[in-house]
């Protein structure tokens, strides 16, 4: 019974928890701009990142060591500290895209200026992670999270061809007018893969791996939570390439603000929609912007080897405490400065997808060595090759990420 | 130890060093090796410490880390090793070992915030 | 096994500062320094005319009776806070001189624009101001439409 509930509140909170703002800005965008052409994308991401979350969960769960453990290990000290400085880097900017978004979104509800509620924003999360445990976290802001649901009423109640929707999962790319179009097509393509697969994803479901606790025992509730999880988590993705495609596209309007997301909702479930939808949107912000800069503090702390975890009160944790909330402050005092909240999603899905090798690689050596995990927890064969070909597809994609974010003058074509 | 031998760049250097209550107390930053040219050589003891990791680092990098992590670092005898695993594993407690001093530092500007116990 | 893993560590360290320097390099010099060309007016023109058109999305919404009162006003802020940044790159110094005219009359749409959204943010509860906000913004549209279009080829 209590492994039923587990079970169900790791799928729900995976599921809630999977969305954060720099994906529902490039899902609606890409389908506003692309219609459902992008979907098979968004499918091809979330194999992937079902693949390396399980490998990074079955490696805590077995040998009790998260990501940062295994790269400083793997790695060694020069390339691993390389790593975690910009892992860190990558964490702390998508951690304060997600602050913007929390005011852009309060901002939507209060009508207050955007810098005070930015600062409102670290208080609340500087509170809540302070004072809740790590359980009551994930619950909250997943279940609340699935608020988002809301986006995938609206895609059903949008009347898409469904036809056309299920024609977008055959990997291809669409005719396009120019060369540019083409290259525009490929920038969101990687956008999306990487918005999908977040780096800061695989730190923190490892780490929450062992923060509750999981021992080998657990590896089947890992593999059903990370197979799960992600592919009700990208069903909201999907969800949103439909609301982008039905409400903007129609009109030649490339959405960029999660107020302009909401319009979905209020479009087809009127007044309450619109408010689930915002309210969705700020649960699942918030969760983001506390798993980043958890993983933040996780990662520091599994590479120097300090005492670590939610689960440690504050005062025997306190170097990894401290971490957290700083990366808070920092990410808030970047939004207060005044810089563009929606620059600041666009670089920290670009810059994320450049470092998503460099976090996968490791996990998938250690996850697959058999003298480390043992015949029976090491990867098979398919779980191998799944995860060498997607190695493959995630090393194209960074190297593509910056070159494309030139040419595309930031995704503008 | 299962093996004949350990190979100490692999199975020690850069592993998570555990007390004996299983409290993280840093990483095995570097090795301490006593005896010279000709004659045996031993581990004497496990260095632990941003003193330790930051000489590592390429030139130019290290005055940089030291500048951010500190100097500090713990000799670990080697005789306070217990098991060497994923982690190794010390058979006494980080304070009586001197380690997790920044810790407990950092421990009190938290205590004063309600709750951090 | 473990000589690979190291020797990976060898190539890794500089191939990652060349990405994340390549990155930080191309962010800032990139997109934002270049001379305007008619692509970019282009692209800043198409960023103006989502914005009229979602705003008309908005007024539109609000007559319905489908949004509060705070999402109308500050949905209509962070639009026009987005048109304000465009509009201060549309000077004919930023493109060349052969494209002054059509920079002007973007420039004086964004204006407009700027206005426009101004009005629907502090159109409240008042359905004739929100309903002129709405042509107002369908207007513009319109116009922004048909300037990108002359800006396409």
């Given amino acids: 019974m209590k492994n039923i509930v587990e079970l169900f509140l790791g799928i729900l909170t995976a599921m809630g928890g999977f969305v954060e703002v720099g994906e529902l800005v490039f899902s609606v965008d890409a389908g506003a701009k692309f219609g459902f052409r992008l979907l098979w994308v968004v499918a091809l991401g979330t194999l992937g990142i079902t693949v390396f979350c399980e490998m ?40 304060t895209a997600e602050i913007g978004g929390i005011a852009l979104v309060w901002q939507l509800l209060s009508g207050w200026p955007y810098r005070w509620l930015a600062l409102g924003a670290l208080g609340f999360l500087l509170l809540v992670v302070w004072v809740l445990s790590f359980q009551w976290i994930e619950r909250v802001f997943g279940l609340l999270g699935l608020l988002m649901c809301t986006y995938l009423a609206a895609a059903y109640y949008l009347r898409p061809n469904w036809g056309e929707v299920a024609a977008g999962f055959v990997p291809g790319v669409p005719h396009l007018e120019s060369s540019s179009e083409y290259l525009l097509f490929a920038y969101f393509a990687v956008a999306i893969l990487s918005s999908v697969m977040l780096p800061y994803e695989t730190y923190f479901y490892a780490s929450g791996a062992m923060e509750d606790g999981w021992n080998p025992g657990d590896v089947n509730l890992n593999r059903v939570i990370a197979i799960v999880g992600s592919v009700l988590g990208s ?25 302009e997301a909401a319009l979905a909702a209020s479009l087809t479930l009127g007044r309450w929609g619109l408010l689930a939808a915002v309210g969705g949107m700020f649960f699942a912000f918030a969760g983001a912007a506390i798993e980043t800069s958890l993983s933040g503090a996780y990662n520091l702390a599994q590479f120097l080897g300090w005492p670590w975890g939610k689960y440690r009160p504050a005062r025997t944790a306190a170097r990894f405490s401290l971490t957290w909330i700083i990366t808070f402050v920092l990410a808030a005092l970047i939004i207060m400065t005044g810089v563009d909240p929606v620059s600041v999603v666009e670089y920290s899905i670009v810059f994320s997808v450049v470092i998503l090798p460099f976090t996968y690689f490791p996990v998938l050596v250690i996850a697959g060595d058999r003298r480390v995990m043992g015949e029976e927890h090491a990867n098979g064969w398919f779980a191998n090759a799944v995860g060498w070909f997607y190695l493959g597809i995630v090393t194209l994609a960074a190297l593509l990420a910056v070159p494309l974010l030139i040419v595309t003058r930031g995704g503008k074509g | 130890m299962k093996d004949e031998f350990l190979d100490l760049v692999r199975q020690v250097l850069d592993h998570e060093v555990v007390d004996s209550n299983n409290l993280p107390c840093g990483m095995v930053d570097d090795l301490e090796v006593s005896g010279g040219p000709g004659g045996e050589l031993r581990v004497t003891a496990l260095l632990v410490g941003a003193g330790a990791w930051t000489r590592r ?54 205590e004063k915030v309600p709750g951090s116990g | ?34 001379q305007g060309d008619k692509h970019s007016l282009k692209n800043d023109v198409s960023e103006l005319k989502s914005r009229a058109g979602t705003g008309r999305l908005v007024a539109e919404q609000a007559l319905a009776g489908n949004l509060t009162r705070n999402f109308v006003e500050a949905q209509a802020e962070q639009m026009r806070k987005g048109v304000a940044q465009t509009r201060d790159k549309l000077t004919p110094e930023q493109f060349g001189p052969e494209l002054s005219a059509q920079v002007l009359q973007a420039a004086d749409l964004a204006r407009r624009l700027e206005g426009a959204l101004n009005s629907l943010r502090g159109a409240g509860a008042d359905r004739q101001a929100a309903e002129s906000a709405r042509k107002n913004l369908a207007g513009l549209f319109e116009e922004l439409s048909r300037l990108e279009e002359d800006l396409k080829e």
């Fill in chain 1, 56 to 95: 990074a969960g079955r490696v805590a769960a077995v040998k009790g060591q998260p990501v940062f453990n295994l790269i400083r290990e793997r790695a060694g000290l020069n390339a691993g500290l390389v790593t975690l400085v910009a892992a860190n880097l990558v964490n702390l900017l998508t951690c």
């Fill in chain 1, 235 to 259: 069903v909201l993705a999907v969800a949103l390439v439909v609301c982008g495609a039905q409400v903007f596209r129609p009109h030649q309007i490339e959405p960029q603000l999660p107020g």
């Fill in chain 2, 57 to 110: 680092l390429p030139s130019g990098f290290e005055g940089l880390a030291a500048f951010i992590f500190g100097r500090q670092q713990t000799r670990v005898p080697w005789s306070e090793v217990e098991t060497v695993t994923e982690r190794v594993k010390l058979r006494s407690r980080a304070e009586e070992l001197g380690l997790g001093g920044a810790d407990r530092k950092a421990a009190k500007i938290l």
């Fill in chain 3, 1 to 34: 096994m473990h000589k690979r893993a190291r020797s990976w560590g060898n190539w890794l360290a500089p191939a990652i500062i060349l990405l994340i320097l390549g990155a930080g390099v191309a962010s800032f010099a990139g997109p934002g320094q270049s």
